[in-house]
């Protein structure tokens, strides 16, 4: 069976531990064939994303913050100087304050609601901005970016909070950058993913609430991260060349269910 990406180079921001869905989708990119580069912010991740690259096979591995330009600058400056070519970049960066997720949303803090969009969304414009003009021309296929979201950007989720307002921007951000980079040949799509066990999805107040979506979701089933990266893989691949600005839910179906009746 062909490798799907056979050929294609990765940037892939936001690998933090593995567990971490960035890492799910860099294995089933070297699955398929694909050079994978890494990114990581600060000494405290350098250790181990160097730890996961290495176990991944990547090809490269470089700071980066993407709140920083001037960190965006040097990446976009150390891809140039090794004359690679993007085919796929993956952004799968949130952060929102601790406190800001505890508390009711209506008491979100000014600068808890501002941190929470340049990390979680904003990073995304500026990530598609400085790596756009890396990516194949548009005659040799263009290039795709995708991002990851949650259910909570078009529903109240419980100490979702700030982050679902977050991930709402995220998603409008991606729609107006599909129709911005689509002549490039570039597409832009987010995966909406079900719950899963993450570092950063754990310090959600009640978490382990979310994850009883299996008794009622259509497949009676949480998410499984391969599932995740697997959707990324056919975003990536040229399988998904006419797909962009879409929402993509891989969620065993939850986002479809309403009102559940009591037994």
């Known amino acids: 069976m062909p490798q799907l990406l056979s050929g294609k180079t990765a940037l892939v ?4 531990n593995r567990w971490s869905i960035a890492f799910a989708i860099s294995q089933a990119f070297v699955r398929e064939g694909a050079k994978v580069i890494l990114t990581y912010q600060g000494e ?41 070519t993007l085919n796929t970049v993956v952004h799968s960066i949130a952060f929102a304050n601790r406190e800001d997720l505890m508390r009711p949303f209506v008491e979100t803090s000014r600068s808890g609601f501002a941190l929470a969009q340049e990390v979680s969304a904003y990073s995304l414009v500026a990530v598609a901005r400085a790596t756009a003009p890396l990516m194949a021309p548009k005659d040799e296929g263009g290039g795709s970016i995708m991002t990851l979201t949650y259910l909570g950007s078009v529903r109240v989720v419980q100490n979702y909070n700030v982050m679902g307002v977050a991930k709402a921007s995220l998603e409008a951000a ?8 689509g002549p490039s040949n570039i597409r832009v799509n987010a995966i909406s993913a079900g719950p899963i066990k993450t570092a950063s999805a754990r310090g959600i107040k009640g978490f382990s609430k979310m994850l009883e979506v299996a008794n009622i979701a259509p497949l009676r089933r949480n998410t499984d991260p391969a599932e995740v990266a697997d959707t990324a893989v056919f975003l990536a691949s040229d399988l998904g060349r006419g797909v962009t600005g879409n929402i993509l839910y891989v969620d065993a179906g939850f986002q479809v269910i309403g009102l559940v009746a009591a037994d």
């Open 13 to 16: 921001l936001g690998v933090a």
């Open 44 to 84: 405290r991740q350098k250790l181990t994303v160097e730890d996961l690259g290495q176990e991944l096979g990547a090809s490269d591995i470089i700071s980066c913050d993407v709140t920083q330009d001037s960190d965006l600058d040097k990446l976009v400056g150390s891809l140039k100087d090794k004359q690679i």
């Open 174 to 181: 991606v729609r107006y950058l599909a129709n911005d980079l």
